[in-house]
């Protein structure tokens, strides 16, 4: 069996979570379009005439529906090795292109579609090499492992930097919706004990969406894992099991240490996460990470929370924020699993689109990329470590002083063009 063809067999179920939700009724202002220059100080490089011109921008995301109306400055995919049906079921990249669009205008644009599972994504990456992008972008997060840099999802996105890429990817929403354990069964009925004592944890819907998904991972050899845990979803105080992901891990060779689940959900109603191993002494003490997509399991983000490919050493993480300059309270925050700080930069949050609000972190990763499409054009000597140091110096300090792991070294924004 090649590698290759092992990959993709190992990414079987890890599923791209898009870092946007559209359509819920929030209080927080959007910025509009036309706000976006003046509020990163990209206004006067627009004025001084770099628009984009000359710079090719790469687009992964899962779908671009109606994007050709956009620009004609768009190369797309050949369908052959995309999912046509997925290019247009979905919105979610051509928002994306809008956005990045209206702040680097001139620039073209190549766009790839991902299918869900993005066991393509390394075609993906294949073909903005050949078509030599400038700049890379990707809105989309999963729950890769490690989250140190060297999972596989982060390492196909740092193909792109090894060939002098400039690659802008998502801190993730995942900020409030994780939760770290350490498998604890002292009553022997092969149920982990959350705090409190009690078998599940119970979480609450965050929006009425239709679906949820939740994510386990737990620390054992990514490849062979033997410690077997399953993760189940109940309803009705945890007493009828509405999901569950019971994967057998062995020790052999395809054995992951992951199980995830989708199940639907009821606005307003409660459902429960439980955590069981089908060998609790040998499960006992093992770390263990939940994500559970559009659920709130903390208060506030918790520490760790960026998934992949927010973990690269080399790509611009993304966090986002509020136009009343709060922290986006979804915003994965770092550190990465080896201390790294991340993200690195803040963008706005939310905005308004002429086919509604669009809100999240994949809504500020176009905005960084749109600036660095600019930067491009102007500084045509600059590496991109130079344009990375550029933007990172000129940030907005964020919360407490200096570079820190909710804002990274603060809110984008440019000087003046000199
Ligand atoms: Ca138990
Ligand atoms: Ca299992
Ligand atoms: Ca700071």
Do not use: C
């Not at 993906?124 to 972008?137: E, N, P, R, S, Y």
Request: charged content about 15%.
């Amino acid at each position: 069996m090649t590698r290759r063809l092992l990959i993709l067999i190992l990414l079987g179920g890890l599923l791209w979570a898009l870092n946007a939700s559209q359509g819920h009724a929030r209080t927080d202002a959007p910025w509009t379009l036309e706000q976006l220059p003046p509020a990163i100080g990209l206004d006067a490089w627009h004025q001084a005439g770099y628009r984009g011109e000359g710079v090719r921008i790469g687009i992964l995301d899962i779908g671009f529906a109606g994007v050709e109306a956009l620009t004609d400055h768009i190369v797309i995919a050949d369908p052959a090795a995309v999912a046509a049906e997925d290019h247009n079921s979905y919105s979610h990249g051509t928002k994306i292109t809008q956005i990045t669009h209206y702040l680097a205008p001139d620039a073209e644009f190549y766009l790839f579609t991902l299918n869900l599972k993005g066991d393509n994504l390394w075609v993906g990456i294949d073909w903005l090499l050949t078509h030599q992008v400038d700049v890379a972008l990707m809105a989309g997060a999963r729950l890769d492992v490690p989250l140190d840099g060297d999972n596989y999802t982060t390492q196909q996105i740092d193909r792109l930097a090894a060939h002098g890429i400039l690659v802008v990817v998502p801190a993730g929403n995942h900020g409030r919706s994780y939760l770290t354990g350490t498998f604890q069964d002292t009553d022997g009925d092969g149920w982990h004990e959350f705090s409190g004592g009690y078998g599940s944890w119970g979480v609450v819907p965050l929006y009425s969406s239709q679906f949820g998904l939740a994510h386990l991972r737990w620390e054992d050899a990514w490849q062979a894992a033997a410690i077997d845990l399953d993760l189940y979803v109940m309803a009705a105080n945890a007493q009828r099991v509405m999901a569950a992901s019971t994967d057998v891990q062995n020790g052999t060779m395809r054995a992951m240490p992951y199980e995830d689940a989708y199940f639907p959900t009821v606005a307003g109603q409660p459902y429960y996460i439980a955590v069981r191993a089908k060998d609790s002494h040998t499960a006992q003490g093992t770390p263990f990470h939940l994500y559970v997509d559009d659920a709130v399991l903390s208060d506030v983000p918790v520490p760790g929370s960026i998934v992949a490919p927010g973990d690269s050493r080399y790509a611009i993480t993304v966090g986002g924020h509020e136009h009343d300059g709060r922290l986006y309270d979804r915003s994965g925050i770092g550190p990465t699993w080896d201390g790294r700080i991340k993200p690195d930069l803040l963008a706005p949050a939310r905005i308004e689109l002429p086919s509604g609000q669009f809100f999240g972190t994949s809504a500020s990763v176009p905005v960084v990329a749109g600036a660095v499409a600019i930067l491009r054009q102007a500084m045509p000597g600059a590496s991109p470590d130079d344009i990375k140091r550029f933007l990172f110096d000129h940030a907005l300090d964020f919360g407490e002083p200096g570079r820190d792991n909710l804002s990274g070294y603060g809110v984008i924004h440019l000087p003046l063009p000199e």
